[in-house]
Each structure stands twice: as C-alpha cells, then as structure tokens.
C-alpha cells in the first residue's frame, strides 16, 4: 500500500471510531478546564474592580501584564501575548516543541502535563485496540479491559523515548550555542540565518524521526500483542528502517493536514477587537473544532 492509500486508509477508519475521538476531548478538557478556572480566579483577584479592569476591555495592556508577571507565581504566569491571540498559541507550541521549552514550563503546568499524558497512555492502549480489531464485539468494559492492559507497556514505552528526546534537544542546544557564537563575528546576517535555518531543520526532521519510531512501536505494541516495550521500539525502529520513504510519506501527510485545522483557528480564534459576546462564543467553538480535529488526525496516523 502506498503512503496515500494508508492515510485515505487512516482516516476513513477512524470515522468509524469518532467516539475515541471524543472522549480523548473530554480527558482533555477534564485537565484544562480546571487549569483555566484556576488562571482565571487569579485574573479575578489581580483585576478586582479596578480601573485596569475596565482598560482591559478595550485592549490589552502590556504595563499590566509586565506586572502581573512579577506579581503571580501561579498558572496566571504562563500566560503570554503570542498564546492570546489567532494562531498564536499553535506557532507558540511549536517553537516550544522545537526548541525543548515546553520542560521549562511553569512547574503545574508541568505536572498538568503530565497527568495528561498518564491519561493519554491509558486511553491509547484501547483505542489502537479498537483500530486494530475493529470486527470484534465492542463493549464498555472491553474497551476498559483494554486500556488497562496496555497502560503500563505504554508509559514504559514512554519512558524509553524520553533519553532520546533529550539527546535531540542537547544536540540542539550545542548547534544553537555554535551559531549563537559563530554570529558575533558574521559580517553578515544572511550565513547566520541559513546557518539557523539548517539546525532548526535538523532538529526538527530528528525529532519527527523519534516520533514516528515509537509511533509504530505503539502499534506494534498492540497490534502483535507485545510485552516487552524494548522488543515493539526497536521492531518500530527497524519498520521505519525498512521503509523510510513510506513511513516518512504518511507521517509527512499527515503533518500537513495538521496545518489545516490552525488555518481555521487562526481564521476565528480569538483576535483583538473581540469584544461582543459571539465573537468569543465563535473562538470558542473554533478552538474546540481545532482540538477534535487534532485529536482524529492523530488516531488516523496511528490507524
């Protein structure tokens, strides 16, 4: 089958299972929606019903938020002009991903993070399940019955990539620290943004490379009934060695089918100016959209 043929494969199964798809949202939403009612009491008792308060409605100010930086230790510190507005918080991930920033996070947003991810690798184990054996009787219980036996091998799998991650963002580091050092004496900026551009993309062909390795070791993982999370990454690896073009073609395809859903955001996502009550209610509905389909495109890859 080709790269083509197994992303319309992908996709088109994954229609059958768009309940996974939701409630992988709803695990979501269970740890942001607290996360986002803690930063907004601590706007709330910053704010009061003050002057600034009132300011605010007309634009942002970035004298108040210098300050509320310094003020707040809480998930109110994390907030950022770049994440509030259009496709800011997409392009603001991204780098962050790219550059290993998202470790350095504030420590709960961290630890939010994390449950997540625990969360993450419970569900996933059922879902691949379901893909993979998709004529067998579904039932509650099963599908439970399922996320439990898998979570264990999933965060063990989990585990095993991290060194590999981080070798990635060491390197990173030390390619950017010798561009960083090579531009102090540049008599021009161009050699020094080539240069830039040469590691950004490196680093982030290596990084879609680990990725897509324990992409298919989950599968494998579930799909040949492995035990042994060691055993299903280095058989995803030696996949992925197999057949480079393809593996690289289906990862690539979908990569580009995510820049869609940012396209809608950044087309009704929160923007300056929004002050009417179905202005937010739009960017709302337009994040959530973007979620869902984020969360479908990645069940399609791994489908």
Not at 154 to 171: D, I, N, T
Request: glycine share 12%; charged share 15%.
């Amino acid at each position: 089958m080709s790269s083509l043929g197994a992303i319309i494969r992908g996709l088109g199964q994954t229609l059958f299972h768009l309940g996974w798809v939701l409630l992988l949202w709803l695990t979501l939403m269970s740890v942001a929606v607290p996360a986002g009612l803690m930063v907004a009491e601590e706007l709330r008792q910053d704010l009061g019903p003050s002057l600034e308060h009132q300011a605010l409605r007309d634009g942002f100010d970035m004298g108040w938020y210098g300050e509320l930086r310094y003020r707040r230790e809480g998930l109110a510190k994390v907030l950022e002009p770049t994440r509030l507005v259009a496709a800011g918080p997409f392009l603001d991930n991204a780098e962050a991903w790219l550059q290993g920033d998202l470790f350095r996070e504030h420590p709960a947003l961290l630890g939010l993070g994390a449950l997540y991810g625990l969360l993450w690798a419970f569900l996933l184990g059922g879902a691949l399940d379901r893909l993979a054996r998709p004529s067998q009787l579904w039932t509650l219980s099963r599908s439970f019955e399922s996320c439990g036996r898998y979570v264990g091998r999933m965060v063990r799998l989990a585990l095993l990539g991290a060194p590999f991650y981080y070798l990635v963002y060491r390197l990173a580091g030390w390619l950017l620290r010798l561009v960083a050092k090579g531009a102090e004496s540049a008599a021009s900026e161009t050699p020094v943004l080539l240069a830039l551009v040469a590691v950004s993309a490196a680093v982030a062909l290596a990084l879609v490379a680990v990725r897509t390795v324990f992409d298919y070791a989950k599968v494998i993982l579930v799909t040949e009934e492995r035990s042994s999370a060691l055993g299903a990454a280095l058989s995803g690896a030696g996949f992925v060695l197999r057949h480079p073009i393809k593996a690289a073609g289906i990862q690539g395809g979908f990569l580009a089918l995510g820049v869609l859903p940012v396209g809608l955001y950044h087309a009704f996502g929160p923007g300056t100016g929004q002050g009417t009550v179905m202005a937010v209610i739009l960017a709302f509905l337009a994040g959530q959209a973007v979620l869902l389909i984020r969360l479908y495109l990645r069940l399609a890859l791994l489908a």
